[in-house]
């Protein structure tokens, strides 16, 4: 069964008596461990999509399977608790809680376990990514690609289905870009997450193993892609820079 299935998903939006088409008919099959970017000029409908795919809108028309249960006949409640269980959100903003802890903003959202459970969790979760010497900082006091590998962290929280990324990199120098990637690339390999992106940088899609591209609230391309891999293009850069 795919993790995720969209067929001819639309959605219109009205502002007053005028009416914008975002999406016309979107199909979409993500097939479970697979990494997938997305491409597509400003106003071509990626938000609306992503909104959708996050359970935080609903598409006008079509249907929309998550883990093969039909997202778009939910209640509100429902749609929020799958929201919470199958997926894990990372932002080009990060948006984690200014006066929370690394280690509290990875707890919080998390939906199982009780207290020891939830901290050894979390505690693992930051650890993978690499800050074990960082969970008591504020976010404040963490650089740009700390910031984002806690908002990797709380989005492994609850094991969810899929990883959706929107522009993750979008804030970050290169460098902290790659690495990024490199753990998207090393959770998608080792433990086959199922990771969607959506960027506007080339490069960056090119570590995805497919790539479908976004146009006037369509898809107008899809290729698979012999993905690059992050860590050698961190590796070129350091060497580039000796
Ligand atoms: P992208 O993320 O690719 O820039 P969007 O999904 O934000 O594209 O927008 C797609 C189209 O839908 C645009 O024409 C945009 O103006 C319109 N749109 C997006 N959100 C709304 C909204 N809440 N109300 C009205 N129109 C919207």
Redesign the pocket.
């Known amino acids: 069964m795919p993790v995720i299935e969209l067929k001819d998903i639309t959605?219109t939006?009205?502002?007053g008596q005028q009416q914008?088409?975002?999406?016309r008919g979107v199909s979409l099959t993500i097939e479970r461990g697979e990494m997938v970017a997305m491409m597509?000029?400003?106003?071509?409908?990626?938000?609306?999509?992503?909104?959708i795919l996050g359970c935080l809108d609903r598409p006008s028309t079509g249907t929309f399977l998550l883990d093969g249960v039909p997202v778009q006949s939910l209640g509100d409640d429902a749609l929020a608790g799958i929201r919470n269980r199958k997926l894990g959100f990372v932002f080009q903003s990060y948006n984690l809680l200014p006066r929370a802890s690394a280690l509290a903003n990875v707890e919080l959202p998390m939906v199982y376990g009780g207290g020891k459970r939830k901290r050894d969790k979390a505690m693992k979760a930051l650890e993978r990514m690499g800050l074990k010497d960082r969970v008591s900082h504020r976010p404040s006091e963490l650089s740009g690609g700390e910031q984002q590998r806690v908002a990797i962290a709380r989005a492994l929280a609850n094991d969810p289905s899929v990883i959706l990324a929107d522009e993750p990199t979008g804030n970050l120098d290169s460098k902290t870009s790659w690495e990024i990637l490199a753990l998207f690339q090393e959770l998608h390999r080792q433990e086959g997450i199922t990771i969607l992106i959506?960027t506007h940088e080339i490069d960056i899609a090119a570590c995805a193993q497919r790539l479908v591209r976004?146009r006037d609230?369509k898809i107008v391309g899809e290729e698979r892609i012999a993905p690059r891999l992050a860590s050698e293009a961190l590796l070129q850069m350091r060497g580039a820079s000796q």
Do not use: F, H, R, W
């Open positions: 959605k939006y009205k502002i914008v088409q975002a999406l597509g000029p400003s106003g071509s409908g990626k938000s609306t999509l992503m909104n959506v976004l609230g």
